[in-house]
């Protein structure tokens, strides 16, 4: 009986410490400063740049490192995480994450007369894009 | 025995008579002669008016009757009070917009990376279905392709439905859809949208019909259609004909107004939820109906800078989570806003996402400017001729018989002549709203029994109060009475 009651105290304290373990690994409670904590989507884009234009390799949120350190943000929103000693940007939506900071909230403003009057203009769109078939 | 010469002179004799009675009637001739005016001539003559008004549209005034009726009914009564919110709750549009653009440094055009990356942060809360309301006709050259590419095809992986739109209005041989995009096999899907006067108060129902190659022949529905049809397969989609009559929602979704808000032109803001009162919306819809536009949209707006950072705000979810999401933008100089009757102008993105509210609020049963019935299609005029045979027999009826009871009446001086008149007066403004109600009553019937929309049977309205009034001042009497008179009838007692 004794025995028994020793058994059951060690068995709870192995569950109860995989339990910390686990959630210690999603809050990512020993990391500090900004952390991607792990993979949200199913598959996570890592890109070379911040504009998202080469991408490096698609990984499955599985494969994805948890607590991995943000070291760096971009105004698009993207995160550059370091990762096995690269460096890559992440979309963010791609991941949870955790900031030191607050972000900033996200408000919209509708001026008044601004459902009365449209622009009587085109806008000019790729400028700056090279022409077709030119090298 | 008549000799030809006297059958000619008799007949010449017969025609300069009547030349005279046309020139010079007898007064006291036509008036008796209108007294016995027979039913069926008032109802021909009421029918007649009636016509010229609704199918001619003389000067427009059909059509600016029925329109500017359309557009109060949606501003005082449909919009606040009688439209559900059932489509509210399963559409939201995501808008790219200039606030968006400058807070995340990413100027406009955006490469097609950076739409599969919204359309990504979109699929991550399990959206019903996705329509993306930008066309991307230009082959222009952009390595990021291949990542819109491979998010049609996530979408696909996860089974929400991705929808992309096509070019309607291109030089011959032009792609609708790049041909990359089109490869893959998403919807392509027409977004024309009808502007009336440059509203958008009418939804087609039919579109052009899409494949990889471009346009094929056939009949597909329009944009809202199709969704409706993929997306709400319990609603069975009546076969449709004519266009659809969109009713604009006037409550902004309750969402919005936690993140938008209004600057007025004395620089004070203001929420988005519109707190006018009943009567000072009356009063402002007849006399100042942009007071009553709230400019902020009917459908939730999800804001794309909280998706893009991928932000834990517990009411994105909410926006998309189970709903259709349109994905476009609203921006500046880009033409691709619509002047609507409830919120003035609107990113036209709105006007797709209230298409399909309308047919999810209905039930796959729109408001329309036809009826179909019994498997024929009517149009909206014929429509509204046929609805006004009943108050023209009616009204034609109570006239002829008030017409007996004056006869009955003439000569024997019952009451004094101010109670006359007092009675005269009110029998003109309860047979002026007995016509209004008639009428109404008719057309509210036409709105619930076949659906066809307020714009569409207003008229009939208008239209049986002039009857009314024609009748109170004797029109179709006199003019019996002329034309009896011209013909040679003769009353049996002229006053």
Redesign the interface.
């Known amino acids: 009986m004794y025995h028994h009651g020793i058994a059951v105290a060690i068995a709870a304290f192995l569950v109860l410490s995989g339990v910390s373990a686990s959630a210690s690994e999603e809050t990512c409670a020993s990391a500090t400063g900004d952390v991607a904590m792990q993979a949200r989507t199913p598959e996570v884009d890592l890109f070379n740049d911040a504009a998202g234009t080469q991408k490096a390799m698609t990984l499955e949120a599985a494969k994805f490192p948890s607590c991995t350190p943000i070291t760096g943000r971009s105004p698009n929103m993207m995160l550059q995480v370091q990762m096995n000693g690269a460096k890559y940007w992440v979309p963010p939506h791609m991941v949870k994450y955790r900031f030191a900071g607050k972000l900033p909230a996200v408000c919209r403003n509708l001026a008044l007369g601004s459902n009365q009057e449209k622009a009587g203009a085109t806008r000019g769109l790729g400028e700056g894009c090279p022409k077709a078939g030119a090298h | 025995m008549t000799t030809a010469a006297e059958t000619g002179i008799r007949r010449r004799d017969h025609l300069l008579r009547i030349i005279q009675r046309v020139r010079r009637p007898d007064r006291a001739q036509m008036e008796a002669l209108s007294q016995r005016v027979p039913y069926w001539f008032v109802c021909v003559t009421l029918f007649a008016f009636a016509a010229i008004q609704i199918m001619l549209n003389p000067f427009g005034f059909s059509d600016l009757t029925q329109r500017y009726a359309q557009d109060i009914s949606n501003l005082l009564v449909t919009g606040p009070y009688l439209y559900g919110d059932a489509g509210q709750k399963a559409v939201s549009a995501a808008v790219i917009?200039e606030?968006a653009l400058q807070?995340?440094?990413?100027p406009?055009?955006w490469?097609y990376?950076?739409h599969a990356?919204v359309l990504?942060?979109l699929?991550?809360y399990h959206p019903k279905a996705v329509v993306v309301d930008f066309l991307f006709v230009?082959?222009?050259?952009d390595?990021?392709l291949?990542?819109l590419v491979?998010e049609i095809a996530?979408y696909k992986k996860a089974g929400v439905p991705l929808y992309f739109e096509g070019g309607t209005h291109l030089p011959y041989g032009e792609y609708p859809l790049r041909p990359e995009l089109a490869a893959t096999g998403a919807r392509i899907l027409d977004p024309t949208i009808p502007v009336y006067d440059g509203i958008a108060r009418q939804y087609n129902v039919n579109g052009k019909c899409f494949d990889t190659r471009g346009v094929a022949k056939g009949a597909c529905y329009s944009l809202a259609l199709e969704v409706f049809q993929d997306t709400y397969p319990q609603y069975k989609l009546e076969p449709l004909n004519g266009m659809m009559e969109l009713v604009w929602g006037t409550r902004t979704d309750p969402h919005n107004a936690k993140?938008?808000?209004?600057?007025?032109?004395d620089g004070t803001?203001r929420s988005c939820n519109s707190d006018i009162g009943p009567l000072r919306r009356f009063y402002l819809a007849f006399f100042d109906p942009?007071a009553v536009?709230n400019?902020?949209p009917y459908n939730a707006?999800v804001?794309v800078?909280?998706?893009?950072?991928?932000?834990d705000d517990k009411d994105i979810p909410d926006l998309i989570k189970n709903r259709v999401v349109f994905y476009g933008g609203s921006?500046?100089?880009?033409?691709d806003?619509t002047y609507t009757p409830v919120?003035?102008?609107?990113p036209s993105v709105y006007v797709h996402a209230m298409a399909l509210d309308n047919l999810i609020t209905f039930r796959g049963k729109p408001e329309q400017n036809v009826i179909t019935a019994f498997g024929h299609t009517i149009p909206s005029n014929p429509a509204q001729m046929m609805a006004i045979i009943p108050v023209i027999l009616i009204l034609a009826l109570i006239h002829m018989r008030r017409m007996r009871r004056k006869r009955a009446r003439s000569g024997i001086q019952e009451h004094g002549v101010t109670f006359e008149y007092v009675l005269d007066k009110t029998i003109e403004t309860v047979w002026h709203y007995f016509a209004f109600a008639l009428a109404l009553g008719i057309g509210l019937l036409l709105a619930l029994a076949v659906g066809l929309s307020t714009a569409n049977w207003v008229e009939v309205v208008f239209v049986s109060v002039e009857l009314a009034a024609m009748l109170l001042v004797g029109v179709p009497d006199s003019l019996w009475g002329y034309l009896h008179h011209v013909a040679g009838g003769v009353a049996d007692d002229p006053a």
Not at chain 2, 138 to 141: A, L, N
Not at chain 2, 305 to 311: Q, T
């Open positions: 917009d606030e807070t995340l440094q990413m406009w055009p490469s990376g950076a990356r990504d942060a699929l991550e230009d082959t222009r050259p390595p990021t291949p990542q491979d996530r993140w938008i808000s209004v600057t007025n032109e803001k942009s536009q400019p902020c707006q804001p800078v909280s998706l893009m950072e991928g932000s921006l500046e100089g880009a033409q806003k919120n003035g102008l609107l």
